[in-house]
């Protein structure tokens, strides 16, 4: 046909080998550099946050005005001592759970509000941290940085003026974690936390931080023995906590605690001491009395004696360690009268088993369980009150405000509208479907 125009097929051009490599390389390096320029932001954003309540630290918290604030000192063994024929106050607070990051920087305001609030008002000689300062969960905090929680966490202790010790918890130093517990155990026993009474311990003994502070009468007794004890993190290759299978307190750690028992007995004339403990994980015997307990009808028996509190988390999980290597038992055999930790957040109660306190304290978390900084009936600390002849009291003290008070001021609950039962209704990932 003259005028047919002829159609022409546009063949597809076929790129060579080399050619792809190019475009995959170009496509992998636009990649990066978006990514980089992502955490360069984000890198940005996460120090703004973190000076953000730094600065809140600086400016707004005021030190806590005591009548006589006892100091400790030195023994010729290195163990700090405080010296005291009256009542001797410890606040224990546990799962501060800091992220640190600009993803948590609101409800880290809110921790350490709650915080300064709470050590305000109870003026404690001593505030004992149960672990989970830090919580550097990158998708929820923003950051694997647990160096900056640290930080601000020493830092609103300082600019309180109160002492303070640590027991490391799981979520602290996690293996994605910036620093690891020697680096963080020595941040906090540097000179610029002089109110910071952690002590890294023996080096052949398993963790970091297992010490013991002791409070002595005028006359030189040792009237009661505070034993701080690392509890670890995972176990079974559960390295995040994936699985929770948890560790515990090890053996060559419990052997520390009978050697150092005897030697301050003998320090005592002969006197064993009354002691506490203080860690971060809840030991086996915990989940072995609840369970009687439970058995029971949610009685007491001859073995468990409920004292306060209620155990909520989700199918009343108790986060205790698989293995146990006599921890408990050398409480019962060297005269350690109660033991404190934390770690379940929604579980505060306070129970005798066997002649021993087995306590949870409340916990100030704000961060890890969804949902939970729009509550606070199970956020809160444990005052205890050690008396000269070396028995104790503790008790839990709720605290509902989300900004920092000079007097405690605890918010009416109303149970139908704010709060569907004791753990205000929080979803909390142990819940059972």
Not at 121 to 131: C, H, M, N, S, W
Not at 230 to 243: L, M, P
Not at 341 to 346: E, K, P, R, V
């Amino acid at each position: 046909m003259a005028n047919k125009e002829k159609k022409v097929k546009k063949e597809k051009v076929k790129k060579t080998p080399k050619q792809k490599r190019k475009i995959a390389l170009k496509v992998i390096i636009a990649i990066v550099v978006i990514i980089a320029l992502l955490a360069g932001i984000l890198a940005v954003l996460n120090v703004v946050s973190v000076k953000s309540n730094a600065a809140f630290i600086r400016d707004n918290i005021e030190a806590v005005k005591y009548e006589k604030q006892l100091n400790p000192e030195k023994d010729d063994k290195g163990r700090y001592t405080f010296v005291t024929d009256e009542d001797f106050k410890v606040l224990q607070i546990t799962d501060v759970h800091i992220g640190g990051g600009v993803l948590s920087s609101g409800k880290d305001s809110e921790a350490i509000n709650a915080v300064a609030a709470m050590v305000t008002t109870e003026k404690p000689d001593l505030v004992i941290v149960t672990g989970d300062v830090a919580y550097p969960v990158p998708y929820q905090s923003g950051t694997f940085n647990n160096i900056e929680s640290a930080k601000l966490f020493a830092s609103l202790m300082e600019k309180l003026g109160v002492y303070w010790c640590l027991g490391f918890g799981n979520h602290d130093t996690e293996l994605y974690s910036y620093a690891d517990r020697e680096k963080i155990c020595s941040l906090y026993e540097s000179k610029e936390y002089p109110h910071c009474l952690i002590q890294a311990g023996d080096k052949d003994v398993d963790g970091y931080g297992n010490y013991v502070i002791n409070i002595k009468n005028s006359k030189g007794a040792i009237t009661q023995s505070l034993f701080v004890f690392d509890s670890h993190s995972y176990v079974d290759g559960d390295y995040f906590g994936i699985r929770w299978k948890y560790d515990c307190v090890h053996k060559n750690q419990v052997d520390w605690y009978k050697k150092t028992v005897k030697e301050l007995t003998d320090e005592n004339g002969g006197v064993q001491p009354k002691s506490l403990a203080f860690f971060h994980i809840p030991p086996q015997e915990m989940a072995d009395a609840f369970a009687e307990y439970k058995k029971a009808g949610y009685k007491d028996t001859e073995n468990v004696k409920v004292k306060y509190g209620v155990i909520k988390e989700g199918g009343e999980f108790i986060g205790s360690s698989n293995y146990n290597y006599g921890l408990f038992d050398a409480f019962r055999q060297n005269g350690t009268q109660g033991a404190f930790f934390g770690h379940d957040h929604l579980n505060n109660m306070s129970l005798e088993y066997k002649g021993v306190r087995l306590t949870y304290g409340y916990s100030i978390d704000f961060l890890a369980y969804p949902g939970i900084n729009k509550y606070g009936l199970q956020r809160g600390c444990s005052p205890i009150t050690i008396k000269p002849d070396g028995t104790f009291e503790s008790t839990q003290e709720n605290y509902y405000q989300s900004k920092y008070v000079s007097v405690k001021e605890k918010a009416p609950v109303d149970l139908e509208n704010d709060m569907s039962d004791e753990t205000g209704g929080v979803e909390n990932p142990f819940a059972e479907e």
